[in-house]
Structure formats: C-alpha cells, structure tokens
C-alpha cells in the first residue's frame, strides 16, 4: 500500500474500528465522501479483511486461556490437522509453527476441566500429542495493527 492517505485511514481504523466517518475523515484531512470511497476501496482490495469487537473473556465466561502445541502422532499421516479442527469453535486461533510441534492453538475455556476435556478432543479428532501451556496474565493483546 502506497498511498499515505489510505495507510492514514488504516491507522485510524486499527487504533477505533467503531470511528465514526466524520471522525477519521478529521483526522485524515479528507471529506467524509472521499473517506468512505477509500475505505470501501480498502475493503474491496482486502486491505480492510473486517471488523470485530474485542470481548472480555472473563465476562463471558472463559477466564483461563492456553496456548496448545500439537504434534502429529504419525509424521506419515495427512497434513491436515487444521482441517480436523476447524470445526471446534472452542479453538480460537490455530497457527502453523516452526519448532518441534506442528501447530499452536490458542484457547479460551471456562475452567482447568474444560481444558481437558477440549485437549482429549483435540487429540482425538486430529490424532495429534499435545503440550499445554497455560496462561497466567495476559499483559496486553489484540494490539492494533498498524502498516509501517
């Protein structure tokens, strides 16, 4: 993305997703037309992939949160482990990793009980081995991304 004005509109919309048009428009020196156009046009070019709230997990029920590296129990079996679990909600982000495990989970759960039982289902369905590590504080997270 070279365009300054479009890497502004970015920076405002990582910093508050809920500002409002006039707002940014503000802080970019632009209309509020002109900022709209562009933002459906970073939209369009999947510069802007969407939009979501960022929700307190503790409120909602989910205040013990780990990390879960996963190990294919047979090197020779498909590669396919985040395929197995897509459908496992409860498995907020799966990456692929370099190191001795394949991929890193990332989960929210209620309790040390949910956890283990997820971990169970997890090694079940992908035929994977597991290490946990569990999360103690979470200093800070989902920090805007912002282009250089």
């Known amino acids: 993305m070279d365009d300054p004005v479009d890497l502004m509109i970015v920076r405002e919309i990582s910093r508050d997703a809920r500002a409002t048009l006039a707002q940014i428009s503000e802080a ?3 209309s509020v037309s002109a900022v709209q ?3 459906r046009r970073l939209e369009t070019r999947g510069v802007i992939a969407g939009y979501r709230a960022v929700v307190d997990v ?3 029920g989910k205040p013990l949160a780990a990390f879960i590296e996963i ?3 047979d090197l020779a079996q498909p590669d396919d482990a985040p395929e197995r679990l897509e459908h496992i909600t409860e498995i907020e982000s799966c990456h692929s990793i370099a190191g001795n495990a ?3 989970l990332f989960v929210p759960v209620a309790s040390p009980r949910a956890l ?3 971990i169970r289902r997890i090694r079940g369905v ?3 081995s597991t290490r946990t590590t569990v999360v103690l504080q979470t200093f800070y ?5 912002l282009p250089a």
């Open 28 to 30: 970019v020196g632009l």
């Open 37 to 39: 156009a562009r933002m």
């Open 58 to 60: 503790e409120a909602v």
């Open 71 to 73: 190990t294919p129990l």
């Open 102 to 104: 394949a991929y890193m």
């Open 116 to 118: 283990e039982t997820l």
């Open 126 to 128: 992908a035929s994977v």
């Open 141 to 145: 997270e989902n920090r805007p991304i």
